[in-house]
Each structure stands twice: as structure tokens, then as C-alpha cells.
């Protein structure tokens, strides 16, 4: 099975730029997750959508960053206008709730290595 | 609430343990152990349900007490791909909750 992927690898861009962040998870999987790593420093939730809405969005940042998911499938984050503080890796990551009950692993893409400058 | 891990960072020789803890002061249902390396993704190693099991990859166990609140990460006889810094994740009480991840814990395995 593909993975789950990411899109671009890397970016850089000037501080008040906009930059599109693409996440395509494992086919099928209803959780979709972005998180965020800054500085080798804790993963931190920003979303969390299952299927096409937004099961919980507590860690965005504020209204600068925007994730849509669209049918379902594939996620994009936009921040616009971008700022100093917002560079980091940006993971996407998804999972199919298991007949437990609970979440089953979350799949990690390689993660967007966003450079404001 | 992030659940907090210790130690931050350890160095390990080669065929040497570890423990790495993780806990909580909001009730666990489940803890998930992921292990990442410089520039890759974080890679699920296993996930912990209520009911206090343990659970075993390889040379890599865990455990978790409800109770307590804690999840314990267990590295016996390590190896240098072991390397790496390792993540407890906590979710809440349904199918779709977050999961939220602890600072990490850096471990360095050296010849």
C-alpha cells in the first residue's frame, strides 16, 4: 500500500508569502492529522479531520493558517501571509479507526520542511 | 494536556537498557510509542490499550498502568539503529480523538 505523502519537501519563502502544503494519506483513511515540529522540539497537534470535516482544529495557530480536505481525500494547509515563527516540519499523518474503538497507528508522511526567511 | 516524558535525553552503549516513561495527568485510554530520526518521519512502534498490558517488539517493550497514569518504554540490549528520539502519543476516549504527543526523549546509541 502507498504511503502516506507529502508535498513539497521543502520550501522556502519570505516572510508575508503564502505557501500550500499538500498531504495525500493512505487510501481509506478516514483520520487525518497535521502536526507540526519546530526546532527539535515536541510534535504539536494543529488538526485533526475525519473524512471531510473538522473533527477538531484546537491547535491551529491562529487564522493565518488554513486546512481544507477536500472529499475526503487529499488535505492542503495554507498559511498566508506567512511569518518567522511558523517554520518547521510540517507532518501529515492518518489512520482508520480500529474495531477497538480507539485509533489504530498513525501513518506519518515525510513531512514539509518549511524556511521563512 | 501534553503528557510529559523523562528522561529528556540518554546516551547508551551498545547492548546496553533503557527506560523511557511517559505520563499523564488526564486519564489515558491508550498510549502509542513512535520512534523518529533526524529528517525522517516518526514510525509507529506500538500502541498500549487500557487494561494494563505489555507489549513486545523485537527487544522493544512497553507497558502501561492505567492507574498511574504511565506508560514505561523498555530497550533492552540496544543497537545503534535504535537511535533516535521516541514519542509517547495519548488519545482520549473515542475512535476520534487526537492524539497528543510528549516532548520526546533523545537517545543516542554509541559504539
Known amino acids: 500500500e502507498a504511503g502516506v505523502t507529502q508535498f513539497p519537501s521543502h520550501s522556502v519563502i519570505e516572510k508575508g508569502q503564502t505557501v500550500t502544503l499538500r498531504c495525500d494519506p493512505i487510501?481509506?483513511?478516514?483520520?487525518l492529522y497535521w502536526y507540526r515540529r519546530v526546532m527539535g522540539k515536541e510534535i504539536k497537534f494543529l488538526l485533526h479531520?475525519?473524512?471531510?470535516?473538522?473533527?477538531?482544529e484546537s491547535g491551529m495557530p491562529n487564522n493565518r493558517f488554513l486546512a481544507e480536505r477536500t472529499g475526503g481525500t487529499y488535505s492542503t494547509l495554507k498559511v498566508q501571509p506567512a511569518e518567522l515563527e511558523d517554520s518547521g516540519v510540517y507532518f501529515c499523518?492518518?489512520?482508520?479507526?480500529?474495531?477497538?474503538?480507539?485509533?489504530?497507528?498513525?501513518?506519518f508522511g515525510n513531512g514539509t520542511r518549511l524556511t521563512v526567511t | 494536556q501534553q503528557p510529559v516524558q523523562s528522561p529528556q535525553a540518554v546516551i547508551l552503549r551498545e547492548g546496553e537498557d533503557a527506560v523511557i516513561n511517559c505520563s499523564s495527568s488526564?486519564?489515558?485510554?491508550?498510549v502509542h510509542w513512535y520512534r523518529q530520526k533526524h529528517g525522517e518521519a516518526p514510525v509507529f512502534l506500538m500502541i498500549?490499550?487500557?487494561?494494563?498490558e505489555q507489549k513486545g517488539h523485537d527487544k522493544i517493550s512497553a507497558s502501561f498502568n492505567e492507574k498511574k497514569q504511565q506508560s514505561s518504554l523498555y530497550l533492552t540490549a540496544s543497537q545503534l539503529s535504535y537511535s533516535g528520539t521516541y514519542f509517547c502519543?495519548?488519545?482520549?476516549?473515542?475512535?476520534?480523538?487526537?492524539?497528543?504527543f510528549g516532548p520526546g526523549t533523545s537517545l543516542s546509541v554509541i559504539p
Open positions: 488526564k486519564a489515558l485510554y491508550s
Open positions: 502519543g495519548t488519545e482520549g476516549k473515542t475512535s476520534y480523538d487526537k492524539v497528543i
Open positions: 479531520f475525519v473524512k471531510e470535516s473538522k473533527q477538531d
Open positions: 487510501s481509506g483513511h478516514d483520520n
Open positions: 499523518a492518518s489512520s482508520q479507526p480500529s474495531g477497538t474503538g480507539y485509533n489504530s497507528p498513525l501513518h
Open positions: 498500549l490499550l487500557k487494561g494494563g
